[in-house]
T-cell receptor
């Protein structure tokens, strides 16, 4: 079965500092991996996605993520965080075994201190 | 291009009542999925519709149902509401014709349902 673990419920970083949000997945085949961001009371916005090919993927707002099959991980990174990045971040896994069904992690709430 | 539109944005219902939520996908998208988001259970997949047929289903009781119309608009219905059904219900549309999962899902802003 699909599953996603985001081990950090809350993370606080200083503005301008680098950021890494962790994501580990379980999937019975080659996964499709996604990172979404959600502001309070809003829907989900896709930051980036991995389907195949280059394991380092670039997304919007300066985010990137690296797919590491050996570690079953897809960590999200940003070199310099801005105050506007404060939000909740969700990692999700999908793939050909389950069609369009996405399984989400529990989310990581990012706080940015000035 | 307009995004995914969900109506209404907010809803308050009483236990035992039923409710219908609506979702209009992005033009050209025929796949519509529904998710429930709660603080305790997080984001959980309810079901997916494609071309008026349910193509995939999550682990929710039969009180949760949905349908899709020929114009790809979708509705979900919850009957005999319980307090635990209070949640943000999110709809997502995608272009995925074959159900392979390798297309981007675009989410609406959600409907906040409160059951009292």
């Amino acid at each position: 079965a699909q599953s996603v673990t985001q081990p950090d419920i809350h993370i606080t970083v200083s503005e301008g500092a680098s950021l890494e949000l962790r994501c580990n997945y379980s999937y019975g085949a080659t996964p499709y991996l996604f990172w979404y961001v959600q502001s309070p009371g809003q829907g989900l916005q896709l930051l980036l996605k991995y389907f195949s090919g280059d394991t380092l993927v670039q997304g919007i707002k300066g985010f990137e993520a690296e797919f590491k099959r050996s570690q079953s991980s897809f960590n999200l990174r940003k070199p310099s965080v801005h105050w506007s990045d404060a939000a909740e971040y969700f990692c999700a896994v999908g793939g050909p075994l389950y069609g369009n069904k996405l399984v989400f992690g529990a989310g990581t709430i990012l706080r940015v201190k000035s | 291009k307009a995004g995914v539109t969900q109506t209404p944005r907010y809803l308050i219902k009483t236990r035992g009542q039923q409710v219908t939520l609506s979702c209009s996908p992005i033009s050209g998208h025929r796949s519509v999925s529904w998710y429930q988001q709660t603080p305790g259970q997080g984001l959980q997949f309810l079901f997916e519709y494609f071309s008026e047929t349910q193509r995939n289903k999550g682990n929710f009781p039969g009180r949760f149902s949905g349908r899709q119309f020929s114009n790809s608009r979708s509705e979900m219905n919850v009957s005999t509401l319980e307090l635990g059904d209070s949640a943000l219900y999110l709809c997502a549309s995608s272009w995925d014709e074959r159900g392979g999962g390798n297309t981007e899902a675009f989410f609406g802003q959600g409907t906040r349902l409160t059951v009292v």
